[in-house]
């Protein structure tokens, strides 16, 4: 009998290559049905049922609105970490409008509620992107821009990070991470070490709604900060900005950083790892330098 439940598991787990909400609903209904007829007993029938609800709730799509929401839950967190800044509001309103226009040319200009930048009254040099839009930049980092150009750097590195969908990625490993989980337990439930599944179901519920937090505590990968940035060079230079002010935004931070506690040196890669990865592309986004009509705009901002 042990046997044959691995053999479920194993296929549950599968089905991911497939189409995991389709399969597990159909192995849901079969060992109902096998229960039913006596080809397994009931609590074998009602492990392999919930190990394939558990699949199929993993599988299913986090919706642009569900997006909205978790990052709007994570920055309610922030915020109480992180006191808002209110004593430039015309400082605010500038990001916004550097975001909008980056936005704007970007292949995900729409989303469910739009994407908002807002500051946050802390010296740490640091900027989070949550899922739904939500962007985050400390007066600290902003203080170590020089131009609208590095200022517009920051943003496109964050709207990178929400428009690849790092933090909703995360949510999905993690919701497959604990389905393999219940998978595992029921099986072992069914073999006579019986668990309570509906106290596993509650803290696969938790992790879900908890997981962008870890990531912004945590930072997110390597790759993925990578990843971001190379496609905020493409970003930057789609809205007509040097790409190569990432570089001088990074050299900025690299001479910064150490001075100041916490902040990217806690979730980010070294300043000089990432300069390195940035080189690699940024020729392949020639545009025309303009860096020199914004300079009034971006001094008057401050």
């Known amino acids: 009998m042990k046997k044959f439940l691995y053999m479920i598991a194993a296929s549950l787990s599968l089905g991911w290559l497939i189409s995991c909400e389709t399969l597990a ?11 039913a007829f006596g080809v397994i007993d009931e609590g074998t029938a009602n492990a392999i049922s919930q190990s394939s609800d558990a699949i199929a709730r993993a599988a299913e799509e986090i919706t642009p ?10 920055g309610a967190n922030l915020v109480k970490n992180y006191k808002v800044y209110t004593q430039n509001a015309a400082l605010t309103a500038y990001l916004n409008k550097i975001c909008a ?16 930048v807002l500051v946050l009254d802390s010296s740490e040099i640091n900027a989070f992107a949550t899922s ?13 821009t020089n131009s609208e150009d590095t200022l517009a750097a920051v943003i496109a590195h964050e709207i990178a990070h929400i428009q690849l969908q790092h933090s909703i990625k995360a949510i999905k ?6 389905a393999i989980m219940v998978t595992g337990i029921s099986s072992a439930n069914a073999a006579g070490q019986y668990l309570d599944i509906r106290e596993l179901t509650d803290i696969f519920d938790e992790s879900v709604g908890n997981i962008v937090t870890t990531l912004v505590n945590n930072g997110y990968s390597q790759t993925q900060e990578f990843d971001a940035d190379n496609m905020a060079l493409s970003l930057l230079a789609s809205a007509g900005y040097t790409p190569a002010s990432l570089v001088t935004m990074l050299q900025s931070l690299e001479q910064n950083q150490p001075k100041r506690p916490g902040g990217f040196n806690k979730t980010h ?9 940035i080189r690699q592309t940024v020729n392949n986004y ?3 330098d303009t860096r020199s009509y914004r300079v009034l705009r971006y001094r008057s901002a401050f």
């Open 269 to 277: 890669p070294a300043p000089a790892q990432r300069i390195n990865n």
């Open 101 to 116: 226009a980056i936005v704007a040319n970007s292949p995900k200009p729409e989303i469910f509620n739009g994407y908002h």
């Open 132 to 144: 739904g839009g939500h962007i985050f930049v400390t007066r600290g980092l902003i203080e170590c």
């Open 286 to 288: 020639p545009v025309l």
């Open 65 to 74: 609105e569900q997006e909205y929401y978790i990052g709007r839950a994570v």
């Open 25 to 35: 609903t159909v192995t849901s209904a079969g060992a109902q049905a096998a229960g």
């Open 173 to 178: 490993t993690s919701r497959i991470t604990q």
